[in-house]
């Protein structure tokens, strides 16, 4: 699953570069990521949900 795609000019204004200016890719949905645990007699499936640091997720 990918959460980021290419900045374009539809972001100036959007998504600030200031300290990363070689910043080349925004997220454009939740931060998302999965990990099995192999714990006995189970497996145990922990699904991480974050929002980014833009100000546009403040509601989140």
């Known amino acids: 699953m990918r959460t980021e795609e290419d900045l374009t000019e539809a ?4 998504d600030h570069l200031r300290g990363v200016e070689q ?5 454009v949905a939740l931060d998302f990521g999965r990990i099995m645990l192999p714990l006995t007699p189970v497996h145990v499936q ?6 980014p640091g833009q100000d546009r997720f403040w509601f989140m």
């Open 11 to 14: 972001s100036v204004g959007t």
């Open 23 to 27: 910043k080349t890719a925004t997220t």
């Open 46 to 51: 922990l699904q991480l949900f974050s929002t």
